[in-house]
């Protein structure tokens, strides 16, 4: 186990819904576990005017996202968690005079004994993020002379390639790239680091992990719920922006990325850089068209309720083309995935919540059993990221009697089964690598920027291309009656049930 100095969190934006929602109850969950070093504050900063106490009792002792787990605790432990809590008021904006902010932080670390060591967390909009690291280091906060300090940012880390060269840049001005950390809380999640154990540390696998046995890689991201109270923002950043361009592409590239030289973060993270480069990036209108599609939900109803279309919801635009559905294709350019497609998909309203890869493997050279019809069941590798998380693994077997049918068969492991062993939330995991210097499960600048490099020319091409079609769905179903288009030849995309085994053909909505 790696030693966690004694430090400080500062978190800009500590008022606001991610520091209560997310942030508070992540730290509490290392407490509780004995994850933090024996000095440990945290003090919030925002426009809000709080005491501390008014700080504690909100994100704390009052919050809705605490009850259920300080109701499991003692009072004492509790109060012994909250007065590490802190709060300075920066006043009407965060792109002011930190002078304040200086003294308090001194006069804590003096107090506490953290040793200088500091993380920054922005829990802000991007657009502060540039001034709030002119503003730490104006006053010498970003100094590491005594005590590491870092930098936490959320996404999205740019709006396309241009707005996040900008925002590396500026933010690089004031801080080393070593001391930033991006994060990306889709990394945080146990499944999707165990993509890298599954290829690695198992020789079933690891071998047949290129274009002689891999057919195709299929990756969907489904949520059951539309916009919600989001729609303003929304509107602004659609299915690709949200979804894809980070969460999505960072998957893919732990699947299409070579063996790292050892397990140090930035070996892992080189790799991922040079998947994500290896990308054949779509500039052709034709290749566009042919390859990448985009659609909108539209009402519908659902168990007898009535679902708003998207271009209903609040804050949207009434003939907004911003897309809830976005479905691509598109291929690797390197020796291991030449020729294989890969075929991802995230959208909203749809019929359950999950997150999972599939891997399809090519069928025998030789087809002994042909009355069988394994062609269209060949063996599949499923990493189910959310819910129900786990890995199911599909091969034939024969069916009972005589003659040589083949079905089916699952293999499969479920986290669930490890009823001793407690899965990490995403951001306790991150926030606890964080503040050990581990940045493996962190974006680095050139992975942000791969990452917009292969995505913007498919955003131009959804604004200002010819022939742009906006399809709809009807809220509830498996996104637009064309998408099973997209894989030619193939079939049609797996419709997963929210249990990892279940399977259907096709899924019928109430």
Partial sequence: MRKTDNQMLVIFGASGDLTARKL????????????LPENYIVLGASRSNLTDGEFRKRVIEESPFLKKKIAKVSEEKVKEFSNT??????????????????????????????????????????????????????QDLNNQTNGWKRLIVEKPFGYSLETAKELNKGLQTYF??????????????ETVQNLLITRFSNSIFEPLWNRNYIHHVEITNAESVGVGKRGGYYDKSGALRDMFQNHLLQIVSLVVMEPPISDKPDDIRNEKVK?????????????????????????????????????????????STTETYAAIKFFVDNWRWQDVPFYVRTAKCMPTKVTEVVIYFKSPHHQLFQSSDMSSKANKLIIRIQPDEGILVKIGVKVPGQGFKVERANMDFYYSSLEETTVMDAYERLLLDAMQGDATLYARADEVEAAWEFVDPILDYWKNGKDVRMYGYSAGVWGPQNADNLIEGIGMWRNPEAKLADEPDFCVLV
Avoid: C, W
Avoid at 104 to 130: A, C, H, M, V, W
Avoid at 280 to 309: F, P
């Fill in 24 to 35: 508070v109850p992540a730290i509490f969950d290392l407490f509780i576990a004995g994850q």
């Fill in 275 to 319: 998947a994500l480069k290896s990308l054949r990036i779509m500039r052709d209108e034709q290749v566009l068209y042919d390859n990448t599609i985009r659609a909108q939900y539209i009402a519908s109803t659902i168990n007898g309720k009535k679902v708003k279309g998207y271009r209903e919801e609040e804050g949207v635009d009434p003939n």
């Fill in 176 to 189: 080393a790239e070593s001391q930033i950390y991006r994060i990306d809380h889709y990394l945080g999640k």
């Fill in 85 to 138: 809590f802190f709060y300075e008021d920066l006043g009407e904006d965060y792109d002011t005079s930190y002078d304040r902010l200086q003294k308090r932080i001194l006069d804590l670390d003096n107090k506490f004994g953290t040793g200088e060591n500091i993380i920054y967390y922005l829990s802000t909009p991007p657009t502060l993020y540039e001034a709030i690291a002119k503003n730490l280091a104006d």
